[in-house]
């Protein structure tokens, strides 16, 4: 007999504390023993996390009214710029924004000091900011200069939304030159010296639902260590299957959400602004989402392992931009957890970008917040766009129907 659950039954077992609640570590082992059936039919949900950077974040900000008003043309925080093309007091602070006189708008190869990843750890950590403002002046808006400090209690709203996170599959990096270059992926040493990495593999989120099976518009999730929402597919959203010159599948790749939470209720551990040498600011996210067992396929897909996903291994020397992803062959994440990966008959050494244990530390926050009943699911309004909807539409076009 085939196995559905509804999100109506699996949170009514959350409320009265009988549900069986899993992270997606250690739900391998289970279905290595009792198979994917019998695991079904006893596990409701499966927890997921990962923690890394992710560069298309940042904050809206309503900073209230001063007196007299100002129409905010131009804000800093702590230097850095925000964007205010949006209301009198509103803006939106970019993680990756940098100070109008940091090193690197000059080319200076060296680490940055401050971005707008640092300055959003800094609001939820409670700190001072510096806000700056100037306007051209109003008969309504008559101020024309404010500068204060304020801190995220001050403000009337601070809303994380983030266009791009949770990367469904992130490159392996290399580089093939005779220099050392300074990359978002990190330093890459010349002549295949390194390799870098940037994913939890069988922990992440997107790796152990494929499809979309579950997560949509309105899947309530763990961000920055509150609770968020998935808003809409994330920018560059892509779902499909890698494949080799050879059409050998080597698994999902290009899926990504656009995810909003109140910042108020988020934590600086898990909202951390990052600098990376020679490249620029961005910030590290801590992202989890918890997966309904509705059926076997659902559980099919969260059983996942190290061993069974693949990241493209990518040249980014030069030619990076030019080149097909996956065309200097795939890694599984096994083999890149290991430490090592062998390429073009080398050995080379494997880094990651992520955190793997703050990931599993990710996953077992959300395991334990809905064991207390104190986080329920939701059902998405609308299920994003996947991989297996393209298959049908294609499937349709070719049957001209």
């Known amino acids: 007999m085939a196995i559905e659950k509804t999100y109506a039954e699996i949170n009514e077992k959350i409320k009265s504390g009988k549900a069986v609640v899993l992270t997606a570590e250690e739900v391998i082992s289970l279905v290595e023993e009792k198979g994917i059936t019998e695991a079904a039919r006893s596990v409701d949900v499966v927890t997921t996390g990962t923690f890394g950077a992710m560069c298309s974040s940042g904050v809206f900000l309503n900073f209230g009214h ?25 803006a939106y602070l970019g993680a990756t924004e940098l100070p109008e006189d940091d090193p690197c708008n000059n080319n ?18 409670r700190k001072q900011v510096k806000l700056e403002a100037v306007s051209y002046g ?26 791009r996170n949770a ?49 949509g ?21 892509f779902p499909g299957i890698q494949q080799d010159s050879a059409g050998k599948s080597y698994g999902p790749a290009g899926g990504t959400l656009s995810v909003i939470g109140d910042l108020k209720q988020m934590k600086p551990n898990w909202l951390v602004g990052t600098s ?19 059926n076997e396929e659902v559980m099919r897909c ?39 990966i062998n390429l073009n008959g080398r050995e080379i050494p494997t880094a990651p970008l992520s955190s793997y244990p703050k990931a599993r530390e990710v996953a077992g926050i959300l395991k334990n917040w809905i064991q207390k009943g104190e986080f329920l699911l939701t059902e998405p309004v609308k299920l994003l766009p996947s991989y297996k909807d393209e298959i049908a539409s294609r499937t349709l076009e070719i049957k001209g129907i």
């Open 66 to 90: 001063s007196k007299p008003r100002i129409r905010m043309q131009k804000v800093w925080l702590n230097g850095v710029p925000a964007y205010t093309g949006i209301a009198a007091v509103d």
């Open 108 to 125: 200076y190869p060296g680490e940055f000091r401050y971005g707008g990843g640092h300055v959003i750890q800094d609001l939820v950590a």
């Open 138 to 163: 109003t008969d309504c808006y008559p101020r024309k200069e404010l500068e204060t400090f304020l801190t995220l209690d001050d403000l009337n709203e601070a809303t994380l939304f983030n266009p």
């Open 167 to 215: 990367y469904q599959n992130y490159n392996c990096a290399v580089n093939l030159s005779g220099r050392t270059i300074y990359t978002y992926m990190g330093m890459l040493k010349p002549n295949l010296g390194n390799a870098h990495y940037s994913s939890a593999g069988q922990l992440s989120p997107l790796l152990n639902d494929p499809y979309f099976l579950t997560i």
């Open 217 to 237: 518009i309105g899947t309530r999730i763990f961000l920055g260590g509150g609770v968020g929402y998935v808003a809409w597919n994330g920018t560059q959203h």
């Open 276 to 294: 990376f040498l020679g490249y620029g600011a961005t910030l590290s996210v801590g992202l989890g989402i918890p997966i309904p067992i509705l």
């Open 302 to 340: 969260v059983s996942v392992t190290d061993r069974d996903l693949y990241a493209p291994i990518v040249d980014y020397s030069e030619a990076y931009g030019q080149r097909i992803p996956g065309n200097l062959g795939f890694a599984s994440y096994a083999e890149l957890k290991s430490g090592r």
